[in-house]
């Protein structure tokens, strides 16, 4: 009697500045299926940007104000009732010119307000607002200051889908070197979330400061938790909506990866997130990465390959697509019956 067909599930994250996740994915499961293996295929995030990619891509197009008040044509999805805001297209760093070119004290996020007030006039109920990227660390002031008054916002979910930890008084010191502020700045940036902590908790009775990821994207999610939203894992929230662990039942290999490797990688990111759903199937896991930092905790099912350990830096940026094939079709091989 033949073998029955083994089947590899394929989740990739991009590899920043060299190639998208839906392009790893495609490859990998081409490959696979040459080598005579079923092959199911998700491009994945973890909230930040390029998750729009995971949830169908934009079809919407509207003009807002980008962090440094200029107008900017964002994109953003509406499925229904459903929304789904990239913030990053609003008030992303690379919007503005990156850290060298952004005002760290002076970008907000009244962008992100716009859309979502945006998707609501447009019908939609549930707004999941995926966070990262962001040039701002205005505690989500714009934003909030863009929205409809609280009492009409009660019918509305709002969910913030990132998996940052950081505090709200913690990003500016966190996260606002990475904007472009400098030591000063930091410290009034600070002092400025401090405050806020204050007049949310007096404008809507909600202690921002005690609420675990609350600083993520520059306190936008403490904002948007003061106004009634939840934060939920980001990863989790996508990987939820490509029905993840329907694909996984009766795997026998996940093919997944992300462009770096490092501590972060197991807490709420692409690989980690993964590696954590097929360990409650059992199934292995391949991680193709594009460079791994030294010292990693890796759990002992996950087997990690790094591109640039293995091929060199620039072989690495400029062939990624082939040389994640070529890593995988060596594993695929090594696990046909």
């Given amino acids: 009697m033949a073998n029955p067909k083994r089947r590899v599930v394929v989740a990739f994250d991009k590899f920043r500045g060299s190639a998208s996740a839906q392009t790893l994915v495609d490859a990998v499961c081409d490959a696979a299926r040459q080598q005579g293996w079923d092959a ?47 913030m990053a297209t609003a008030a992303g760093l690379q919007l503005v010119g990156g850290k060298d070119e952004n005002d760290p004290i002076g970008a907000d996020t009244t962008g992100v307000g716009e859309l979502i007030s945006t998707a609501i006039e447009l019908g939609a109920r549930t707004i999941y607002v995926l966070l990262g990227g962001s ?47 400098t030591p000063a700045q930091v410290t009034l940036l600070t002092r400025r979330l401090e405050r806020l902590v204050q007049m949310y908790e007096e404008d809507y009775g909600v202690d921002v400061s005690v609420v675990t990821g609350a600083g993520a994207a520059g306190g936008l999610a403490g904002g948007l938790l003061a106004l009634g939203a939840r934060i939920e894992s980001g990863f989790d929230v996508l990987a939820e909506h490509v029905r993840l662990d329907e694909l996984l039942v009766g795997a026998d290999l996940v093919i997944t990866g ?47 390959v790094s591109l640039t350990e293995r091929f060199g830096l620039d072989a690495s940026m400029s062939n990624a697509v082939g040389l994640t094939v070529e890593i995988a079709s060596e594993a695929l091989r090594g696990h046909m019956p």
């Fill in 40 to 86: 199911d295929g998700v491009p994945l995030a973890d909230g930040g940007e390029g998750s729009l990619e995971v949830v169908g891509g934009a079809n919407k197009v509207t003009r807002v104000t980008d962090a440094l008040g200029d107008p900017v044509d964002a994109t953003w999805r509406l499925d229904g009732r459903t929304a789904f805001i990239e």
């Fill in 135 to 181: 040039a701002t660390t205005d505690g989500g002031l714009g934003a909030v200051r863009a929205l409809p008054p609280a009492p009409r916002l009660k019918e509305i979910e709002i969910v913030v889908a990132s998996d940052v930890r950081t505090r709200f008084t913690e990003a500016g010191v966190v996260f606002g070197p990475q904007k472009g502020a």
């Fill in 258 to 304: 992300e462009g770096l490797l490092d501590d972060e990688s197991f807490n709420g990111k692409v690989v980690g997130g993964v590696s954590t759903w097929a360990a409650s199937e059992g199934v292995p896991v391949l991680a193709i990465v594009g460079a791994a930092d030294a010292g990693v905790d890796v759990p002992d099912d996950v087997e990690v």
